[in-house]
């Protein structure tokens, strides 16, 4: 089935690194990805939609300068958290909807934990 | 703004017991309709969907579902809760905005005693 790889899976390092996350779409081709941010008993919040060949579409209140989205092939869409915080600190999940299913249901990565000290 | 509203944060239930979780939207126009869950430790996963057709979809685990377009509802059942349904199912809405966009509904916990 489809399936979408997200790397690394956890992230610890300091205050003002960048972060880079990766997300890659196996076997099937993407144009479009979504970057979600999971707080703590918390639902995901959509952060952006990764456009294949443009620029991302962020959501209200999410600083683009901060989350850097690049999606510069079908298969592979990239966060980079620029200057990480330690309020930046969250799960971070990645998401493409399969093209070949009816409705497009998105398929999930596994997610990337960031702690930032 | 659209939005997905999960009316239970946490349900406890034993076995055997029937399920039904609830989920409204708030979004005017055509959607798609999904059910996730993500059990604990995995990532999230698809369990059924709705995008035209009979309103009464059936998923994978014996999950069903039924859209009532006139109350934006899209309630998830399930006759006879098993202890391994533990674990969190998100209600999520499609919407057309000039581009696709999933928005998920807080979710809910559910706790299956054995």
């Known amino acids: 089935g489809a399936v979408v790889s997200q790397h690394p899976s956890w992230v610890i390092c300091k205050s003002g690194t960048s972060v880079k996350i990766e997300c890659r779409s196996l076997?099937?081709?993407?144009?479009?990805m979504f970057w979600y941010r999971q707080f703590p008993k918390q639902s995901l919040m959509l952060m952006a939609t990764?456009?294949?060949?443009?620029?991302?579409?962020?959501e209200q209140g999410v600083e683009k300068d901060k989350f850097l989205i690049n999606h510069a092939s079908l298969t592979l869409s990239t966060l980079t958290v620029t200057s990480a915080h330690p309020e930046d600190s969250s799960f971070y999940i990645c998401?493409?909807?399969?093209?070949?299913?009816?409705?497009?249901?998105?398929?999930f990565g596994d997610g990337t934990r960031l702690s930032i000290l | 703004a659209q939005s997905v509203s999960q009316h239970n944060h946490h349900v406890i239930l034993s076995e055997a017991a029937s399920l039904e979780l609830g989920c409204n939207y708030s979004y005017g126009g055509t959607v798609n309709l999904f059910w996730y869950v993500q059990y604990p430790g995995q990532h999230l996963q698809l369990l059924l969907k709705y995008f035209s057709g009979d309103p009464l979809v059936k998923g994978i685990k014996g999950f069903e579902a039924e859209f009532i377009k006139s109350k934006f509802s899209f309630n998830l059942r399930k006759p006879s809760v098993q202890w391994s349904d533990t674990a969190e199912y998100f209600c999520a809405v499609t919407v057309n905005t000039g581009g696709f966009k999933t928005i998920f509904g807080a979710g809910t916990r559910l706790f299956v005693k054995a």
């Open positions: 998401s493409a909807p399969n093209p070949w299913v009816l409705g497009r249901p998105q398929h």
């Open positions: 990764s456009n294949e060949g443009s620029k991302a579409t962020y």
């Open positions: 076997d099937f081709q993407a144009t479009t």
